[in-house]
């Protein structure tokens, strides 16, 4: 969690507008930011933001404060005496600050650095406002696959299908540059075009789209039937600040539509907004703890609570190895209140968070400094969560994306509609 927070993202208890794209378990640091945004699926790792922390400048990493540190570091000086001193090109201060900075990444997990225009991109995705192509994917050494077109975004208008493969961008072949370079040229500022080269059916065509601005989707939502029962299916990728209004209008038209039992399917989610995920178990849970804020020495320093106002219904939490951070929370807290069974496999296991801190160059660098407890359970930091019912996918199906993962051979979602109607 952190106050901005993927096997998938990244965030901490974080501030209102910090919201960043996810970091589960952190895996290799994005490209960048826009491509979080456009191609979500390459962007995220566990951001859980947490509302007690205001970001604060820091003077550059106080190298000064103890001796042992500055002998420590005083080779980095050595090597900027060479390069002063030898290289043939002007320094790009700017640049090679942010590389350093970057290295910070590599303390633990979590831990991460994000440039000034980095960090924006990720303000304004949390908060739906985002720019680019709008499509979820999911890669190939060859090809970079569409697995969800958003509505409204430039990708629908430009008629990108599901399993769209994307070949080639602005000419360059997949195959050539890389997955990730790939998915760094299709991103871009809103109102410019890109040519992707495409093949559907077997067939080759070129598709030009308009990058602009679109709301991400991070509630998808549907009605199922099991044993003549309605039953409202509900997938939260990422917690951001939109999720909150996404999932309750996901409740609420499902209500309307006669579900009265909730499946909520929370693999692969790497966890996201810390207010939203309050306002999300605020909205199901009775009146209690939602979520302990624990310093390294686990005192409490903060507890968020629900109000008494909370729905009724059956549920069920749908879960995997890559269900991190506010996702676990999401988890754990129904099942603190028994309100849910949980159905899967067991969680990623980040019960631990990171504060963001603003530094004077406008970047901001992401630091692992709290633990976060659910409501009534144990810290599940580096342990994970345990469902009431175990249930692996296929075996030829584990490492799918679940977007192109057929209902027919969805065991887990199976067992999930098995065990809320048979109740």
Do not use: W
């Not at 001193?85 to 290295?103: G, K, R």
């Not at 998915?183 to 992707?196: C, D, N, Q, Y």
């Not at 039937?225 to 999932?247: A, C, H, L, W």
């Amino acid at each position: 969690m952190n106050q901005n927070e993927n096997k998938n993202e990244k965030s901490t208890f974080g501030g209102e507008a910090y919201a960043p794209p996810q970091k589960a378990p952190k895996q290799p640091r994005t490209v960048s930011l826009p491509m979080t945004i456009v191609l979500v699926l390459l962007a995220v790792l566990i951001t859980f933001q947490t509302t007690y922390v205001v970001l604060t400048v820091k003077h550059t990493l106080e190298l000064t404060k103890t001796k042992a540190t500055v002998g420590n570091f005083s080779v980095l000086m050595e090597a900027m005496g060479y390069y002063d001193e030898n290289y043939l090109y002007e320094i790009d201060e700017d640049t090679l600050i942010d590389h350093m900075l970057s290295a910070f990444s590599g303390q633990d997990k979590y831990s991460t650095y994000y440039t000034r225009e980095e960090f924006m991109e990720m303000i304004a995705s949390g908060n739906g406002n985002a720019k680019g192509v709008g499509v979820y994917v999911s890669g190939t050494t060859t090809s970079i696959v569409i697995t969800y077109v958003m509505g409204g975004s430039p990708a629908e208008a430009a008629g990108l299908r599901i399993n769209d493969e994307i070949l080639a961008v602005d000419g360059a072949y997949v195959s050539q540059i890389g997955y990730t370079e790939a998915v760094a040229r299709v991103a871009g500022e809103a109102g410019t075009s890109v040519v992707l080269t495409i093949l559907r059916d077997g067939k080759e065509m070129n598709v030009s789209v308009t990058r602009g601005e679109y709301t991400p989707e991070t509630v998808i939502y549907s009605e199922m039937t099991k044993n003549g029962e309605k039953v409202g299916y509900i997938r939260i990728i990422q917690f951001d600040k939109i999720t909150d209004s996404q999932f309750k209008t996901a409740m609420e038209t499902l209500g309307k539509n006669g579900c009265e039992k909730f499946i909520f399917d929370l693999r692969d989610n790497p966890g996201g907004n810390l207010d939203a995920i309050i306002e999300i178990l605020d909205y199901l849970l009775p009146e209690g703890p939602i979520v302990h804020i624990l310093d390294k020495d686990m005192n409490v320093l903060e507890t968020h609570k629900s109000d008494k106002n909370e729905v009724d219904a059956e549920m069920v939490v749908l879960t995997n190895g890559n269900t991190a951070s506010a996702a676990e929370l999401f988890t754990s807290a129904l099942r603190d209140y028994k309100k849910a069974t949980l159905v899967g496999t067991k969680t990623y296991g980040k019960g631990c968070g990171q504060t963001p801190y603003m530094l004077s160059n406008g970047g901001v660098l992401y630091i692992t400094a709290f633990f976060y407890n659910p409501p009534f359970g144990e810290n599940y930091d580096g342990k994970g969560i345990e469902p009431n019912i175990t249930k692996e996918l296929p075996t030829e199906y584990k490492n799918k994306n679940l977007f192109m993962l057929p209902q027919e051979k969805d065991t887990q979602l199976e067992a999930a509609l098995t065990a809320i109607t048979n109740k």
